[in-house]
T-cell receptor, first 114, second 115 residues
Framework: KAGVTQTPRYLIKTRGQQVTLSCSPISGHRSVSWYQQTPGQGLQFLFEYFSETQRNKGNFPGRFSGRQFSNSRSEMNVSTLELGDSALYLC?????????????FGPGTRLLVL | AQKITQTQPGMFVQEKEAVTLDCTYDTSDQSYGLFWYKQPSSGEMIFLIYQGSYDEQNATEGRYSLNFQKARKSANLVISASQLGDSAMYFCAMREISSNYKLTFGKGTLLTVNP
């Protein structure tokens, strides 16, 4: 089975631009979660999607948004980029997102905002 | 309050020795799940081991075992026979029903295995 894939792997943007990151979960997985990882804040939960609905949301401003498609693929969008948005963005999938389920992570997208 | 606390920012271990990475957690839920992940310098998070709050036995997966002490709310990862490839960041994480099943991570421990 193929793992979680994320595209692009690396991205350089300038302040004020917007960016869209893509995540394809493991086949059969319907829950997709997004995380931001920075040296200062560590791993922070952004949001989780299940069956095309946002089921859970972290404490991020409205500039961060996401969506999930009927094939469970997910995208996240960051508008009006700020320098502080430079981070590793990780996507993870699990079957339905319940307590005992393992989340499997993709390789991440490294975003640099200049 | 921190949900997951990893008190060791960095740890060193000699190759072939065992090492314990500490993790304490804070929850009022009766049912929860604890996970350990490894993150090499490449960035990908690799799942290592899982322990459910109702599991009576400590979890084991190959060279990884979890020392689960529920009353003390600790879930320490033990790596036996360390290998050079074990050098990485290690994260403890928890899933709770009260947090709507989201995965909350600790700050991590950077493990360096010396030859």
């Amino acid at each position: 089975k193929a793992g979680v894939t994320q595209t692009p792997r690396y991205l350089i943007k300038t302040r004020g631009q917007q960016v869209t990151l893509s995540c394809s979960p493991i086949s059969g997985h319907r829950s997709v979660s997004w995380y931001q990882q920075t040296p200062g804040q560590g791993l922070q939960f952004l949001f989780e999607y299940f069956s095309e609905t946002q089921r859970n949301k972290g404490n991020f401003p409205g500039r961060f948004s996401g969506r999930q498609f009927s094939n469970s693929r997910s995208e996240m969008n960051v508008s009006t980029l700020e320098l502080g948005d430079s981070a590793l963005y990780l996507c993870a999938s699990s079957l339905v997102g319940y307590l005992q389920e393992t989340q499997y992570f993709g390789p991440g997208t490294r975003l640099l905002v200049l | 309050a921190q949900k997951i606390t990893q008190t060791q920012p960095g740890m060193f271990v000699q190759e072939k020795e065992a090492v314990t990475l500490d993790c304490t957690y804070d929850t009022s839920d009766q049912s929860y799940g604890l996970f350990w992940y490894k993150q090499p310098s490449s960035g990908e998070m690799i799942f290592l081991i899982y322990q459910g709050s109702y599991d009576e036995q400590n979890a084991t997966e190959g060279r990884y075992s979890l020392n689960f002490q529920k009353a003390r709310k600790s879930a320490n990862l033990v790596i036996s026979a360390s290998q050079l490839g074990d050098s990485a960041m290690y994260f403890c994480a928890m899933r709770e029903i009260s947090s709507n099943y989201k995965l909350t991570f600790g700050k991590g421990t950077l493990l360096t295995v010396n030859p």
